[in-house]
């Protein structure tokens, strides 16, 4: 068997891309998307159909030109989501603009529209996730939403404190990141890490058995990998989501997968109760998740920002 297929095993394998034809290759249980990797799937030919096909259905939108962009952008992300429905047996995450990192009620309004958009297409919203920044706003927010039946996968999060937030808040799955924790202890210590050693796969190491030693149901699912060692290290995390060119190293190794993570687990950190201000404080004592957190909301709304020019672009050419 290979890595791949061992790995499975253990862990719901979830693809990291808005690129279809990876998707039917490696057979994974769900897909996430961000505005990144539908920037990067939009660029492709390929894909020019849906671009298409969105800017046709919104010419009926009404509003000034930032709704109709902002109309236009969600129901890029849902036709990108259906398609990849039609291929993974699944969920899809599909984020909220990273703007409204800060704002509860708009993240919340646009989750929703999401939702609908989804629902009007046939469905069902128990099969999509809408990704939220890991913010004490996003945080809230998804919250409500989870009361509301949607299901909510907090992203950009790298810290234990982040995780105990949306564990009390019942949120349904939570993306600790790897890859982007690693590169900071990299770039601010001059050193290189082993997988055993990574601090990302520590921090994602200690949220799972926060969870699993304090009963708390929400998904823990991996995120951000620099390399397959770091996967093989989390083997038998709830759900690891892995990039296709991560994916191709996995299936093209025969070597022997060892389960690193148990459900059992029962070794963690006490429940604790966070309200805004401690969890305000304890991410202020934590460098590195305060500036990643923050790093990563700016690269994605430079993304959408771009996405959102491009697609500005076409509504003008669609209207000449």
């Known amino acids: 068997m290979s890595l791949l297929d061992q790995l499975k095993s253990m862990t719901t394998v979830v693809a990291d891309t808005g690129d279809f034809e990876s998707l039917a290759q490696y057979k994974p249980q769900d897909s996430t998307t961000n505005p990144s990797l539908i920037f990067q799937a939009a660029q492709m030919p390929a894909y020019s159909k849906l671009i298409d096909e969105a800017i046709e259905v919104n010419e009926s939108t009404k509003g000034s030109k ?22 993974v047996p699944g969920r899809v995450s599909t984020e909220v603009d990273a703007r409204l990192s800060f704002d509860t009620e708009a993240t919340m309004a646009r989750a929703r529209g999401i939702i609908k958009l989804y629902e009007a297409a046939g469905i069902d919203r128990k099969r999509i996730l809408i990704k939220i920044a890991s913010t004490w706003e996003g945080i809230r927010a998804a919250e409500v939403l989870q009361k509301e039946g949607i299901d909510c996968n907090l992203t950009l999060l790298f810290s234990l404190v982040q995780a105990m937030a949306c564990a009390e808040a019942g949120v349904f799955l939570i993306s600790p990141f790897v890859g982007r924790i690693l590169d ?5 210590t001059g050193k290189d890490f082993a997988p055993e050693e990574d ?7 200690e949220i799972y058995n926060y969870y699993k030693a304090n009963d708390i149901k929400t998904i823990v699912m991996g995120a951000s990998f620099r390399n397959v060692g770091e996967i093989e290290a989390l083997a038998g995390c709830d759900r690891l989501t892995i990039a296709p060119a991560l994916l191709d190293e996995l299936a093209k190794d025969n070597g022997t997968l060892a389960r690193k993570l148990s459900p059992d687990a029962k070794k963690g950190e006490p429940k604790v109760s966070l309200d805004e201000k401690a969890f305000r404080w304890m991410m202020n004592e934590d460098a590195m998740a305060t500036e990643k957190l923050s790093e990563g909301i700016r690269a994605f709304a430079k993304d959408l920002g771009t996405l959102r020019s491009n697609v500005q672009k076409e509504l003008q050419l669609a209207a000449a």
């Open 66 to 87: 930032e709704e109709k962009t902002a109309a236009l952008i969600d129901r890029l992300f849902v036709d990108f989501g259906r398609e990849i429905l039609k291929i």
């Open 184 to 188: 900071w202890y990299k770039k601010s």
């Open 199 to 205: 601090p990302g796969v520590l921090s994602v190491r």
